[in-house]
């Protein structure tokens, strides 16, 4: 992620736009300790998410669901919005020289409160990529979710994906250009310039020659669309998709789509790591392809494990993944979990390079087959919400793969009504545990969980929704990682000397 050198002042005034203020205080007598003072955790004020178009059939069924935790020390006042990513032109202005305006897009939805999920619908595949925006007490810890139901045709089923914040760069194992698959990388560009990005694919062999590739600009406050085939002729089943803004920022999500296995939302893996950890795979999994990627100069050698319910143990003739330079890698896992909660852990065995990872997941059987796609994520961090959730198609993983941890799940007030509820559940080192959800009383509509580990153990997560589609168990599995919903702001200290050097 590139990065920017600012000056002491500005450095301070880019804080205080963002987190409140930086506190400010006299100069410490001559031999006194200058240590820096602890830095403030203050609730950000400003928060950016951004939702892919959800489908290109006339069958989809999408609902887009926004949650804020309640967050202490917020502002008591502070909106929340959807917009199409339409792009910011300017219309030409009339005959006469009278100015010419576009009227304002309607918001799909619009939040009310901290505390209560909102939701909104929409329907067919004309809908367009949306920009969100939330400020004040909306802002720290904002979570959308974006969910389609497909009834037949490619890519048929349930699909499901966390809207993201813009970022820089961005990595993707595990899409393909298969004949018998259809994945789109989407970009989307929230800001009032162009954006422009390299896309770069990388096979069993290494880089794959994409001219089309380069260069790549996506338009202000506009989303596009890239068939991924149309960058390479060549048709691969494992591929990795890197992405890298070199100008601007963009939000970025693949739509992973099979003729006849259904699809699902591939989320981008966490950054490349020694150690990656991919949470809840469902327990009924009828078959697990990990994909992973290195792009060290280093061969990267993993130790492949399941932290299960009962510990972690490691899958017979799965024991390792040996990944070369450069280069993508996969290996079948067939039905790893077999009938219990699991999560993926990758360790080096020797030397630590970095990798990244996904697996995509399989369940039924024959015609009846689904996808879903997991990726490699961070912990829960201080806290994370998935939304969305309902009182009988959810289920909710957590796996603590180096220590004993406590967490505190809630579960919201429903979007149309009902009263919250929490438990605190004890996650035993190297495991993997499917808990079973605190449903608030009187549900109406849908709800949201907050999950907060109570200990310093690093915590994993992720939501899976099942849903039944004209018999085709519907499934889309979402990571927790860290809503980032506070900032450490540094205390600063007047320090007149600055001036005589």
Not at 410 to 439: C, F, H, M, N
Not at 455 to 476: M, W
Request: glycine content about 10%; aromatic content about 4%.
């Amino acid at each position: 992620m590139k990065r920017t050198t600012l000056s002491l002042i500005a450095g301070t005034t880019a804080l205080a736009a963002v987190t409140g203020f930086a506190a400010l205080t006299q100069p410490t007598a001559s031999g006194a300790s200058t240590a820096a003072k602890a830095a403030a955790v203050l609730p950000v004020e400003r928060a950016g998410l951004l939702c892919p178009a959800p489908s290109t059939s006339d069958l989809a069924e999408t609902t887009y669901t926004s949650f804020t935790p309640v967050t202490k020390g917020t502002k008591s006042d502070g909106t929340a919005e959807m917009l199409p990513a339409a792009g910011k032109t300017a219309e030409a202005g009339t005959a006469g020289g009278a100015g010419k305006k576009k009227a304002p897009a309607k918001p799909v939805l619009t939040p009310k409160a901290p505390g209560t999920p909102a939701a909104g619908d929409t329907s067919g595949g004309a809908s367009p990529a949306l920009i969100g925006t939330a400020e004040g007490r909306f802002a720290p810890g904002w979570t959308l979710q974006e969910t389609t139901e497909v009834s037949a045709g490619t890519g048929r089923g349930l699909l499901g994906v966390n809207c993201t914040a813009p970022d820089t760069d961005f990595w993707f194992p595990g899409v393909s250009t298969a004949a018998d698959r259809t994945d789109y990388l989407h970009l989307t560009n929230p800001d009032d310039s162009a954006a422009v990005a390299d896309i770069e694919l990388y096979d069993k062999d290494g880089p794959v020659a994409t001219p089309a590739g380069n260069d790549f600009t996506v338009p202000a406050g506009s989303s596009k669309p890239i068939l991924l085939s149309t960058l390479t002729g060549e048709k691969q089943d494992d591929l990795t998709v890197h992405v890298n803004v070199r100008s601007g920022r963009v939000g970025a999500a693949v739509q992973a789509l099979d003729d006849k296995l259904g699809g699902d939302w591939l989320a981008a893996s966490t950054d490349p790591a020694g150690s990656l950890v991919l949470p809840g795979i469902p327990k009924d999994a009828t078959a697990v392809r990990l994909v992973a990627f290195t792009p060290a100069d280093s061969d990267a050698d993993l130790k492949v494990q399941l932290a299960s319910p009962s510990g972690l143990i490691t899958p017979a003739g799965k024991e390792t993944l040996h990944v070369k330079a450069g280069t993508t890698t996969a290996l079948d896992l067939g039905d790893v979990t077999r009938g219990e909660a699991g999560s993926l852990v990758l360790t080096p065995t020797d030397q630590s390079v970095p990798v990244v990872a996904a697996v995509r997941v399989m369940r039924g059987k024959d015609d009846k087959q689904e996808s879903a796609y997991l990726p490699a994520t961070s912990p829960v961090g201080p806290r994370a919400s998935a939304v969305a959730n309902t009182a009988k198609g959810t289920t909710l993983s957590l796996t603590a793969p180096t220590g004993t941890a406590q967490v505190k799940v809630t579960a919201s007030a429903g979007s149309e009504g009902g009263t919250p509820a929490s438990q605190t559940y004890t996650i035993k080192a190297g495991t993997t545990q499917d808990v079973r959800l605190p449903v608030p009383a009187g549900l109406k509509g849908t709800y949201a969980l907050t999950v907060e580990p109570l200990t310093a153990t690093p915590v994993y997560a992720s939501r899976t929704l099942t849903a039944s589609i004209d018999g085709l168990p519907g499934f889309t599995i979402q990571p927790l990682p860290s809503d980032r919903g506070t900032v450490a702001v540094p205390r600063t200290e007047e320090d007149m000397t600055v001036l005589q050097r």
